[in-house]
């Protein structure tokens, strides 16, 4: 399985900005679709945008559309999460995950590698 670990959360104000990294280590990074999940107190961890193993194609749950973009380095092991106009609601344990086999767009249950998780606060 490949390690991840994730970093770049912490407590910010709504409307502000913020960008998480997950580097990976262990096995070939460009083998594996990459996602970010989040779980809030609560709540069920849900996904919040999955990108390909080239980087072409992404997707995003409604609920970040507009507002976060997931991206990919394959020459650093990274994979990025810049998050902007951030709302009290995105408040939550953000979670990068690798998907050996999956494709984008498909859920937790395909994610066989996750990381600590790095926590989110948003304040109104």
């Known amino acids: 399985q490949v390690q991840l670990v994730e970093s770049g959360g912490g407590l910010v104000q709504a409307g502000a900005s913020l960008r998480l990294s997950c580097a990976a280590s262990g096995r070939t990074f460009s083998n594996y679709v990459m996602g970010w999940f989040r779980q809030a107190p609560g709540k069920e961890r849900e996904c919040v945008a999955t990108?390909?193993?080239?980087?072409?194609?992404?997707d995003y749950a409604d609920f970040v559309k507009g507002r976060f973009t997931i991206s990919r380095d394959n020459a650093k092991n990274t994979v990025y999460l810049q998050m902007n106009n951030l709302k009290p609601e995105d408040t939550a344990v953000y979670y990068c995950?690798?998907?050996?086999?999956?494709?984008?767009?498909?859920?937790?249950?395909?994610?066989?590698?996750w990381g600590q998780g790095t926590q989110v606060t948003v304040s109104s």
């Open positions: 995950a690798a998907s050996r086999f999956g494709r984008i767009g498909t859920g937790a249950v395909d994610f066989g590698s």
């Open positions: 990108i390909s193993r080239s980087g072409g194609g992404t």
